[in-house]
């Protein structure tokens, strides 16, 4: 059973960049597909960035194309997600997320974090 704690998060001015963290425990990070969800309030969970077990290949809502990055740290057993250029719609709660292969339905996904939420100021 693996287990996704995130840290990282917080209150950033529009423009501003941030990192969210994703560390698994009881299973190893490279071996699943990993990836990265928001929801807003009144929203449904979107998909964010997903990214292959062991490959490099990744994937990203066009809504955050370009700004987004997400990555894996095999060692520390850590997925990131940094985001920089922040902008006022990206405000919601980011959830990480592990499964066994890349998909943009959260329903694919058996994996969660607990949430962590970023906010962007005007």
């Known amino acids: 059973q693996v287990q996704l704690v995130q840290s990282g998060g917080g209150l950033v001015q529009a423009g501003g960049s941030l990192r969210l963290s994703c560390v698994a425990s009881g299973g190893t990070v490279s071996n699943y597909a990993v990836g990265w969800f928001r929801q807003a309030p009144g929203k449904e969970r979107e998909f964010v960035a997903s990214?292959?077990?062991?490959?490099?290949?990744?994937s990203y809502a066009d809504s955050v194309k370009g700004r987004f990055t997400i990555s894996r740290d095999n060692a520390k057993n850590t997925v990131y997600l940094q985001m920089i250029s922040l902008q006022l719609e990206d405000t919601a709660v980011y959830y990480c997320a592990a499964g066994p292969t890349r998909a943009v339905e959260p329903s694919k996904y058996p994996y969660w974090g607990q949430g962590t939420q970023v906010t962007v100021s005007s």
């Open positions: 990214r292959s077990p062991g490959g490099p290949w990744t």
